[in-house]
């Protein structure tokens, strides 16, 4: 079945600079690639998400690439401020069928300090 | 519209006891699901409902019952709980009919301690 790891489980940075989480999947087959951000005692929501027919997406500071040779996706958060602090979680969907089946990363503690 | 609701928001239980955690939801979506979260662990998927009528074992679902009640709600019983269950449990929801409606919306959480 499907795994994915995700590196690095914590990563602090200072406020203005560049965040980078990195994601590796098994399955290739996977064909969507979800980012959730979840605040301390909330629950996860979707902030960027990528389908393997496309290799990068950006919605103002966030940036998703995705590279299914080597399969693996990374988010990118330019410009940090302190409200991105928080734990991001990566997911890819298990199999390439119709059902949404997701199998998440263990997170990144993002630390961003003012 | 009130999203993704889950009943109860906490809930301490004794070995051996059970219970049923509520989920609803009111976007008209096809599929539910049902995550642990553990600490250092991520969501782990329990079990999930594609539609109405049907469910399938997730990554974790030994210990778990779960019932698609009817389009808007999804349940999920622990017959005899375990301290090993103490966990944040998250019910979500996603559209899944074509491309482009694969978004989880994820409800609140019941918090569930097993003493």
């Known amino acids: 079945g499907e795994n994915v790891e995700q590196h690095p489980s914590t990563l602090s940075v200072q406020e203005g600079d560049s965040a980078v989480i990195k994601c590796t999947y098994s399955?290739?087959?996977?064909?969507?690639f979800p980012w959730y951000k979840q605040e301390l005692g909330k629950r996860p929501q979707l902030i960027i998400d990528?389908?393997?027919?496309?290799g990068e997406k950006k919605d103002q500071r966030i940036a998703v690439t995705l590279n299914k040779t080597a399969k693996h996706f990374s988010l990118h958060i330019t410009e940090t401020q302190p409200e991105d602090s928080a734990v991001y979680f990566c997911?890819?969907?298990?199999?390439?069928?119709?059902?949404?089946?997701?199998?998440f990363g263990a997170g990144t503690r993002l630390a961003v300090h003012p | 519209n009130a999203g993704v609701t889950q009943t109860p928001k906490f809930q301490v239980l004794k070995t051996g006891q059970s219970m049923t955690l509520q989920c609803a939801q009111d976007?008209?979506?096809?599929?539910m699901y049902w995550y642990r979260q553990d600490p250092g662990m991520g969501l782990r998927l329990i079990y999930y409902?594609?539609?109405?009528?049907?469910?399938d074992k997730g990554e974790v679902p030994n210990g778990y019952n779960v019932s698609r009640l009817n389009k808007r709600e999804f349940s999920l019983r622990l017959e005899s709980a375990a301290p090993s269950q103490t966990s944040v449990y998250f019910c979500?929801?996603?559209?899944?009919?074509?491309?482009?409606?694969?978004?989880?919306?994820f409800g609140p959480g019941t918090r569930l301690t097993v003493l």
């Open positions: 399955d290739s087959a996977s064909n969507y």
């Open positions: 976007m008209n979506h096809n599929s």
């Open positions: 990528i389908r393997s027919n496309v």
């Open positions: 979500a929801s996603s559209p899944d009919r074509g491309i482009g409606n694969n978004e989880q919306f």
């Open positions: 409902s594609a539609s109405e009528g049907t469910t």
């Open positions: 997911a890819a969907k298990a199999g390439s069928g119709g059902y949404n089946k997701l199998i």
